[in-house]
């Protein structure tokens, strides 16, 4: 998609049925943002518990391997169910199960990673849900403004979550009854999820046509397949996908070196991580503010490049110091250029790929890239130093982006 129209945010907002998604993906998003730092809170910074970067590296898989449970059944089932309500239901049953999750971080129980598996996969669902639900509420030529307004203010909404985190932490407590009492908050989300969600009417958001086969079994096995094929038929979305990989790996690997870095070099504790994270928001919302222009101005295939050499002279300039400061800037600049990145390819992929397949391909995008990113982390984590201090970890991630631009380049001509 070389071309873009712009309306403005205003206009945009003055559709009901936009406005409505919208609101439900920042309630979604908010507890998302709020029960997972809530978890991180209960893992990386309890002076009950200990953390390693292996014990990192099993948290960030807890946060970022559920989609890849649940993806081959979620992109089916968004091409054969009613999304609204699959909204709705996913919405209630994750906000049930985030009151169990509370409990299970209040009582200290070890099993917790595998209920937070279960809450974060469907909160993916959900997400997957959304995305595929926005070309029904707006026109296709609005759709990079209009995709880039709703995920980076979703964004931003899921980073102040994680900051009414650290907030009410220090309200109820760093202990393990204090985590589980900030963690129940989040079923505020997922509650305000569902009302807006339950106000469409059926069938308003998609799928239009189906052509899922009856048997659930066969369903699920064909999901990625077909999502594989749409996208080996669109060079477009074939060669963001290469970069937004490329992405995923840098940031693993970054993110578990932040983590590291901020808990035992820096010892800025969950308040710097904080910070951080606020940084991260901070790129996200201005890719949001900037990249239909950019696209407008470059044209999404030499914007998705700049992106990707951005983050490469990001990470690898700014990360090799291993100071407070540089490595805030480094989080500016490479959520910056993750986040223009990926509202590329989610405009390619809601633009250039049908409607009776484009949930099993958002399928496949979140799959794919959770596992690479947990692969990433956990390959990190077998090397990393223990204060993560470890400058040829910043160098292959820098590697990792340009590797990036020329397989972009060369799948997307």
């Known amino acids: 998609m070389e071309t873009v129209e712009r309306v403005g945010a205003r206009a945009l907002l003055a559709g009901a049925g936009f406005r409505r998604l919208l609101y439900s993906r920042f309630c ?112 296709g030529r609005v759709l990079v403004e209009a995709n880039a307004l709703a995920t980076t203010l979703g964004s931003v909404v899921t980073v102040l979550g994680a900051g009414c985190a650290v907030g009410l932490r220090a309200v109820f407590g760093d202990d393990d009854a204090g985590s589980g009492a900030t963690t129940a908050v989040a079923v505020l989300g997922s509650l305000g999820a569902a009302f807006f969600a339950v106000r469409f009417r059926r069938g308003a958001l998609g799928p239009d046509e189906v052509d899922e086969p009856r048997e659930t079994v066969l369903a699920v096995a064909r999901g990625l397949l077909d999502g594989a094929r749409a996208v080996v038929r669109t060079p477009s979305v074939l060669g963001g996908f290469a970069g937004l990989l490329a992405h995923r790996v840098a940031f693993g690997v970054a993110l578990l070196l932040v983590v590291l870095l901020t808990r035992f070099r820096f010892e800025a504790g969950l308040g710097g991580l904080g910070l951080v994270a606020g940084l991260f928001g901070a790129g996200i919302l201005a890719a949001g503010l900037t990249t239909a222009r950019v696209v407008a101005r470059l044209g999404r295939r030499r914007a998705v490049q700049a992106a990707l050499v951005l983050g490469a002279v990001a990470i690898v300039a700014l990360g090799l110091p291993m100071v407070m400061p540089t490595v805030l800037a480094a989080a500016l600049l490479i959520s910056y250029a993750g986040q223009l990145v990926k509202l590329c390819v989610d405009a390619a992929v809601q633009g250039d790929v049908g409607d009776e397949v484009r949930g099993r391909v958002f399928a496949l995008y979140d799959t794919l890239f959770n596992v690479t990113q947990v692969a990433a982390v956990a390959l990190a984590a077998l090397v990393v130093a223990p204060d993560g201090a470890s400058p040829g970890l910043v160098l292959a991630a820098g590697g990792v982006y340009l590797v990036g631009v020329v397989g972009f380049s060369l799948v997307d001509r």
Request: cysteine-free; hydrophobic content about 60%; proline content about 4%.
């Open 28 to 139: 979604a998003q908010w507890g998302d943002g709020l029960f997972q730092a809530g978890l991180a809170g209960a893992v990386l910074f309890n002076p009950e518990r200990e953390a390693d970067p292996l014990a990192i590296a099993a948290g960030f898989t807890a946060l970022l391997l559920p989609y890849s449970l649940v993806g081959p059944f979620a992109g089916a089932l968004l091409d054969r169910w009613d999304r609204r309500r699959v909204l709705v239901v996913a919405n209630l049953l994750r906000g049930l199960l985030v009151l169990v999750s509370a409990v299970a971080v209040a009582v200290g129980w070890s099993g917790l990673f595998g209920l937070a598996l279960v809450v974060i996969g469907i909160s993916r669902f959900v997400g997957s849900g959304l995305s595929a639900a926005l070309p029904h509420v707006v026109g």
